[in-house]
């Protein structure tokens, strides 16, 4: 099963070359230099972007090159018709501003103007770039520092790096327009997280909700509405390859072997009904469930469990941790994006993470910071290194995408890698570094299985979280920084003040040195809420020109003011980039409010 289950075509991106319209001689001598530049720009995206289900990106290139209204009228149509999802409009000469800008107001758009003397490509980009701004359309503005010659067919670095942060944030937002958001389930435990906002997800992101109640997955058991065939294999599968850890429960508590057996068996079939749930599953039609073979075309989902479900069945920790990894018993495949306790803003912030790099997420409770001076007094030990500042315990509440053991690896080093590069050999580490401790019943009281494993240090990651304030709407919070491993003695005395059968990260966030990012205390005090989601590597610059085109404000982040790339109409909204950014968003409103 994979996302090319979900209904809609992957976006493409169109290339739009623009040039000087003048005939007899202006425009005639620009056709093949400009037209080149769209094929360059088309063949650098094509070769080094991926959609997150793995499928190569497609470019789209205008028909001719656009000289005045009719032929960007033209283009759009051809986009229209192609299912271009991105604009992204080249030139290395001057072409008439806003006769030959792309006005479609929701569509992702950048405009790359050559750096070269012999033509003034500059001189439209700072025109356009004027038109978008005084029509109140945002675009990106790309131009390379350094002069290039008129001849000169390479890209430079700074310019591919601008290409790249648009190309894969501007995907990221026409991916999820019209997919759905599946909440199973209602609130957990007053989360807030959990209680869906319909506006956030219609007006911001282009998505609409979809609703179940908990007890459609009780009939679906009951009334064996799942493929029994991959069930079969599905268990023979985690019995092999699912180690149980241990029972924390007191003896007068245990359940019996029969008793867990028959939990393991619930747990997976709950696995496979949560898949069919948000992508559906056409083997149910042919078992006469023709409806509930549709699925819910959903690109995120979550899980309420507690209280309601998890005080008398097995709990969904199972069906979370694996439908979120990157692999299960039909082998690898793209992971799920899908959020414990149907905390849907961190289900959003795994999307994002998700479809940035195409890697499983891991969804995290923010639980504890430790200081220096509390792990000398409970363990006896001085921190040192990369935990010299002492460091933020992200645990889940029950379930994790196994990927976050850290055991894959890219120039052997511990990673989380993007699905479609990760090896058989790589998904059995990840298996034989996790056990499934049975549910703790005073927290659930019906039993079921917890992923279990300590994330492998020396990772860099990038935490985030998605919350919504009243007044404001939605704000983003990014802290990029790595993953640290403690000693054996010194983590085992530390988780086990907390629940031992949960996953755990000791995460280390780079500090700046002022505002929330002054010291580690400072990164947790200023969290906006109980959860967060991280991803490999550090894409806090993604992330910020990902939010800048959804009109999302950051409201704290740890990355260099001068990797941060936003639309150009930014920059008339005040010189402090943060206060920038908020009236700029409140300015635009959201991107299909």
Known sequence: MNFKNLIGHLPKIGIRPVIDGRLDGVRESLEVSTMNMAKIAADFLSKNLRHADGSPVECVISDTCIGGVAEAAASADKFSREGVGVSLTVTPCWCYGSETIDMDATLPKAIWGFNGTERPGAVYLAAALAGHNQKGIPA???????????????????????????????????????????????????????????????????????????????????????????????????????????????????????????????????????????????????????????????????????????????????????????????????????????????????????LLTGAAQIFSDVRTYWSPEAVKRVTGHTLTGDAANGFIHLINSGASALDGTGQQTINGKPAMKPWWDITENEVEKCLENTTWGPGMLEYFRGGGYSSTFKTKGDMPVTMCRINIVKGVGPVLQIAEGKTIELPEDVHNTINERTNPTWPTTWFVPNLTGKGAFKDVYSVMANWGANHGAFTYGHIGADLITLASMLRIPVNMHNIDEDKIFRPSAWASFGMDKESSDYRACATYKALYG
């Open 140 to 354: 990106f503005g790309i131009y390379g520092r350094d002069v290039q010659d008129s001849n000169d067919t390479s890209i430079p670095e700074d310019v591919q790096e601008k290409l790249l942060l648009f190309g894969k944030a501007g995907l990221a937002v026409a991916t999820m327009k019209g997919k759905s958001y599946l909440s199973m389930g209602s609130v957990s435990m007053g989360i807030a997280g959990s209680i869906l906002d319909p506006n956030f997800f219609e007006s911001y992101l282009g998505m609409r909700c979809e609703n179940i109640d908990m007890s459609e997955f009780i009939r679906r058991i009951e009334q064996e509405i799942y493929d029994k065939e991959e069930y079969g294999k599905a268990l023979a599968w985690a019995k092999e390859k699912c180690k149980e850890g241990k029972n924390y429960n007191p003896s007068e508590k245990l359940k019996s072997r029969e008793a867990l057996d028959k939990d393991w068996e619930f747990v997976v079939k709950m696995a496979i009904i949560g898949r069919d749930l948000m992508i559906g599953n056409p083997k149910l039609k042919d078992i006469g469930y023709a409806e509930e073979a549709l699925g819910r075309n959903a690109i995120s989902g979550g899980f309420q469990g507690q209280r309601q479900w998890t005080d008398h069945f097995p709990n969904g920790d199972f069906m979370e941790a694996i439908l979120a990894s990157s692999f299960d018993w039909n082998g690898i495949r793209q992971p799920f994006m899908f959020a414990t306790e149907n905390d849907s803003l961190n289900g959003i912030s795994m999307l994002f993470g998700h």
